[in-house]
């Protein structure tokens, strides 16, 4: 199954942020997004997550297959690390949550809450969520923010294991993970500032 | 859905999950009632119905900007928006989740406060029909507010303003099941009309809900 985005146009608080934008992801690849700050990484990923619909143009091939990993982990921090991961994955239909301990070196820390984990095992047990839901789509969005070196190496293994499987990935990132990835700037798909195509998304209006 | 409705009881029952609250407040209001109207014991039978359901709707009130605002925070609800979980179907299960740690222990609490109040004996089993019949709307149409308000920092104040009104039918069916049944006359119109508005609520919120979480999660 190939993710399709043609002639995509997405929007942020009404303004369009990236327009013409068009890709092919086969399975089994990744995409590196980049751009300066503001560019609209994360409104891409949140438009191919389903969040919102795009202003105009088609995404293919993403429905019921895409696992959304945001800046926010998720995580809720009375519960703990194997309650939040167990929780997710009877969401997904997912039979355990061992591999993903095991890949984010997570099982000395099962049982602690998940509010008394540190910025990087918080964002480790984050990015393990992305394993139970045993989706083929990955859309992550700065995975490797507040992981230490030997984290990130966890990361891209576990990357490589998910594009090995057949898996595809779409990541926001300026760091270099050492997998074979194409990269797209997104700087030329940037909306024009008066590109205003009477595109508000006031609902109530 | 069986473990967001788990997820959500064991939140609840943690330390800072909110249960309990709006329990407690529900007792501070109907214990210093008495004390503040005097110890006219004719006069509180009267009050009884209309300051508990008073106090339920508030204890509700007291714990509805939590629902949808701490998963908004901490990015759970935008994980849950991409789940393979239908959006209504989760909203409801909160809402089902608010009312087994809110409006139920309200229900089961409400006669024993009762006799603070010296309700009439006769009121006593319509006062925990009458609540048990109003308290899921009061919950569904908090979720609705909820959802409605979820992006706004603080918006706890527009979620009371909203949800308030939308609250009345339920308070004025409500209370006048318990006030009919405390002074012995027939409550069946006023429960209908309450079971009416529940399964309205029910039946129509979730779409409504999940509507307006669509839209504030942009």
Redesign the interface.
């Known amino acids: 199954m190939t993710l399709v985005l043609q002639d995509l146009t997405v929007a942020r608080g009404g303004l369009p942020v990236l327009t013409g934008l068009s890709l092919r992801l086969e399975s089994g690849r990744a995409l590196i997004l980049r751009g300066p700050n503001g560019v609209g990484k994360t409104t891409l990923l949140?438009t191919i997550?389903?969040?919102?619909?795009p202003l105009s143009g088609t995404i293919k091939g993403a429905e019921?297959r895409?696992?959304?990993a945001?800046?926010?982990?998720?995580?809720?921090?009375?519960?703990s690390v194997a309650?939040n991961l167990?929780?997710?994955a009877?969401?997904?239909?997912s039979p355990n949550i061992t591999p993903a301990l095991d890949a984010y070196a997570l099982e000395p820390l099962r049982d602690r809450l998940a509010g008394a984990l540190s910025a990087g095992q918080k964002r480790r047990a984050g990015l393990a969520?992305m394993m139970v839901t045993g989706r083929p789509v990955w859309l992550l969005d700065e995975p490797t923010v507040s992981l230490d070196t030997d984290a990130v190496a966890m990361f891209a293994r576990a990357l490589e294991a998910h594009l090995t499987d057949g898996g595809s990935a779409i990541l926001a990132t300026h760091i270099d993970l050492g997998i074979a990835a194409e990269t797209l700037d997104l700087t030329p798909y940037r909306a024009a500032p008066d590109a205003y195509l009477g595109a508000s998304?006031e609902?109530?209006l | 859905m069986r473990a967001l409705l788990i997820r959500e009881l064991r939140l609840a029952l943690r330390a800072g999950g909110g249960f309990g609250l709006g329990l407690a407040f529900f007792l501070i209001l109907t214990v210093l009632v008495p004390f503040s109207v005097g110890p006219a014991t004719t006069l509180l039978g009267t009050i009884a119905p209309g300051v508990l359901w008073i106090g339920a709707l508030l204890a509700c009130l007291l714990s509805l900007d939590r629902m949808l605002a701490l998963d908004f925070e901490d990015g759970s609800l935008d994980a849950l928006a991409t789940a393979p979980l239908p959006m209504e179907g989760t909203l409801v299960v909160k809402a089902l989740a608010h009312w087994l740690t809110t409006g139920l222990p309200l229900v089961v609490a409400a006669p024993a406060l009762g006799v603070l109040l010296s309700l009439p004996a006769p009121g006593y089993g319509w006062l925990v029909i009458s609540l048990l019949f109003g308290t899921p709307a009061l919950s569904m149409i908090g979720m609705f507010g909820a959802a409605l308000t979820v992006g706004i920092k603080r918006g706890g104040l527009l979620l009371s303003l909203l949800v308030l009104p939308l609250y009345i039918p339920t308070l004025i069916f409500g209370a006048d099941a318990a006030r009919r049944g405390a002074a012995g006359l027939d409550p069946t119109t006023p429960l209908l009309m309450l079971a009416g508005v529940s399964f309205g609520t029910i039946a129509l919120l979730p779409f409504a809900s999940a509507a307006a979480l669509r839209m504030n999660l942009r």
């Open positions: 949140r997550a389903g969040l919102q619909p019921d895409i696992a959304y945001a800046h926010a982990d998720g995580l809720k921090a009375m519960l309650e167990t929780f997710w009877q969401v997904y239909g969520r998304d609902a109530f």
